[in-house]
């Protein structure tokens, strides 16, 4: 079987396997967040916090609390971190102040940008007690402020937008929790490493000897991917054959990434009593994702290089394991999600190939997005999008029988804008300093992808890199941390005011001139919203990075 062939196979057994999870997995979360009921263990979790699991919260508490769960969750493993010398297994590692201040911030923000290499730096406790509590806690409180917003469609004349404790605790031990110990033991199965030594000692060839690293991969492999987080616990990520050692497991790795973000839209189609409107979102994320795919699978596999052209493709960076089909296949998912983590080198893509990871990001990662964070991201473009239908007829926008005033449209504009004035504002920056230019691994149109890449990502909490770069310096740890930060909460905070100004008002009744939201037109109209914003926002930086090198 052909490399096309055998990748065109993969890509239609990850269709069938997400199109047969999307209706249980979306009716179940669905149950999840409108359940009555508390679970014991819960219970007794809202009895040390001190939480009344059965009162709401108007948008500000909700805010307040994720704010200041995020910055306790910042501090806590920050402290962790610089403490590692006083933990067990922590193998003789310390984490300087600057690594650990980025660290915190990445972990916590989803994002799991690493400037550092895990297996020498980091011990198994903080990888364990730290790291990948934060996969949950992260990927929780994308799902929480999710919920949030589609509350805030769902009810009428009320400032109350749920409990953002309630949906956190939920969220990790109905959902994130249980998925993962089962697909633990599946990657366990499938070859991915689980111990707690350190390392074993091997004899090289040569006769020299030397030490390959451990660490309990699997358990944090099945939640780096499910929860869209994508820090690795080794530095080559899921490159590496202890992370993800054959395509069986990246398949499950892929899928795994995938399968909430997807079934979130048949979650939302339930809550909001018209299963077809979650329908309309995940066709707009499908047709992106494969278009997207296509074009990077393209450009991989027609090379416009030398050394491209001689081996018939763009191999370098990309495990032989794995093959062309399969790194682009896992490339286009980790960064149309807000994953980031990667089983093949992207600053070894071809210009184009590589522009495609790059412009995932800049479309804000809704196809399909992070875990919540995909599925508010979309909502805010569909306001965004029946807002300019709504200037095309003169008429006053409404979405899901809610209008979309000035504080609505506000709010809208202020979440999709943060992200790429950050990205500008940090790119420019960096430029400005003549230190950049020694960080960087390549010049010309390359070495501006790759600065370009670096604060995408990290504004988008992806975490992904073009790694030529290297940003251990004061400046790259300090603002790529900032970036990290303003580009996970000045969002969520325009999207829960969005929430709690929708469940102010009351519904309006559907008439002649309300434009359909499950229809063709609306999909359509919501896409070219999407490439609109992100054109008009990224088109002259990307002339200057991957168009430029694809056209040399």
């Given at each position: 079987m052909s490399d096309t062939a055998a990748g065109l196979v993969q890509v239609a057994v990850l269709l069938i396997a997400l199109a047969l999870?999307?209706?249980?997995?979306?009716?179940?979360?669905?149950?999840?967040?409108?359940?009555?009921?508390?679970?014991?263990?819960?219970r007794l979790i809202y009895r040390i916090g001190r939480v009344s699991p059965d009162s709401e919260q108007h948008w500000k508490t909700y805010a307040t609390a994720v704010l200041g769960f995020s910055f306790v969750s910042v501090l806590l493993l920050f402290l962790l971190q610089r403490l590692q010398p006083l933990l067990p297994l922590n193998f003789g590692r310390t984490v300087?102040?600057?690594?650990?201040?980025?660290?915190?911030?990445?972990?916590?923000?989803n994002t799991n940008w690493q400037s550092y290499v895990p297996e020498t730096v980091m011990g198994h406790v903080v990888q364990m007690a730290g790291l990948t509590v934060q996969n949950f806690a992260s990927a929780a409180v994308g799902l929480a402020v999710a919920m949030a917003l589609v509350r805030g469609f769902v009810r009428a004349q009320t400032d109350r937008l749920g409990n953002f404790w309630v949906d956190l605790t939920r969220g990790v031990l109905r959902i994130l929790l249980p998925i993962s110990f089962v697909f633990a033991i599946v990657l366990i199965a499938l070859g991915v490493v689980?111990?707690?030594?350190?390392?074993?000692?091997?004899?090289?060839?040569?006769?020299?000897h030397s030490t390959i690293a451990l660490a309990p991969a699997a358990s944090q492999e099945a939640i780096k991917e499910l929860g869209t987080n994508g820090g690795g616990i080794f530095n080559a990520n899921s490159a590496h054959p202890f992370e993800n050692p054959n395509s069986w497991s990246n398949l499950i790795e892929i899928f795994l990434l995938l399968v909430i973000p997807v079934s979130l839209t048949r979650t939302f189609g339930v809550l909001v009593g018209n299963k077809r409107q979650g329908t309309v979102l995940l066709s707009v994320m499908t047709v992106l994702w494969a278009a997207m795919l296509a074009v990077a699978w393209w450009a991989e596999t027609h090379p416009n290089g030398p050394a491209a052209l001689l081996a018939g493709a763009s191999?370098?960076?990309?495990?032989?394991?794995?093959?062309?089909?399969?790194?682009?296949?896992?490339?286009?998912?980790?960064?149309?999600?807000?994953?980031?983590?990667?089983?093949?080198?992207h600053d070894s893509f071809s210009g184009l190939g590589g522009g495609v990871p790059m412009l995932n990001m800049m479309f804000g990662e809704i196809s399909p997005g992070g875990v919540g964070t995909g599925l508010y991201g979309i909502l805010v473009l569909a306001i965004i999008a029946m807002f300019l239908a709504g200037l095309m007829v003169g008429r006053t926008p409404e979405y899901l029988g809610k209008k979309l005033g000035r504080r609505e449209v506000t709010a809208a504009a202020v979440s999709i804008l943060a992200m790429p004035t950050v990205v500008l504002l940090g790119t420019?920056?960096?430029?400005?300093?003549?230190?950049?230019?020694?960080a960087l691994n390549n010049v010309g149109a390359h070495g501006f992808s790759e600065l370009l890449y670096a604060y995408t990502s990290a504004s988008n909490n992806n975490g992904s890199a073009f790694a030529g770069i290297t940003v251990t310096s004061g400046w790259f740890q300090s603002t790529l941390?900032?970036?990290?930060a303003l580009g996970r909460f000045v969002p969520i905070l325009a999207v829960l005011c969005l929430a709690g100004s929708l469940g102010a008002q009351r519904k309006v009744p559907e008439t002649?001139?309300?434009?359909?939201?499950?229809?063709?037109?609306?999909?359509?109209?919501?896409?070219?919203?999407v490439v609109l914003v992100a054109a008009l926002t990224f088109i002259p930086a990307l002339a200057l990075g991957p168009i430029a090198e694809a056209l040399a």
């Open positions: 999870v999307y209706r249980p997995l979306g009716d179940y979360m669905a149950r999840v967040f409108t359940d009555t009921r508390h679970w014991r263990v819960e300087d102040t600057g690594v650990a201040f980025n660290t915190a911030i990445s972990f916590v923000t689980q111990s707690l030594r350190s390392g074993v000692a091997v004899t090289n060839p040569d006769g020299s191999l370098e960076g990309k495990e032989q394991r794995f093959g062309i089909p399969a790194s682009v296949l896992f490339a286009n998912s980790t960064t149309g999600t807000s994953t980031g983590a990667v089983n093949a080198m420019g920056a960096a430029l400005l300093l003549p230190a950049t230019t020694g941390g900032v970036c990290m002649a001139g309300t434009l359909p939201t499950t229809s063709p037109l609306f999909a359509s109209m919501l896409g070219g919203t």
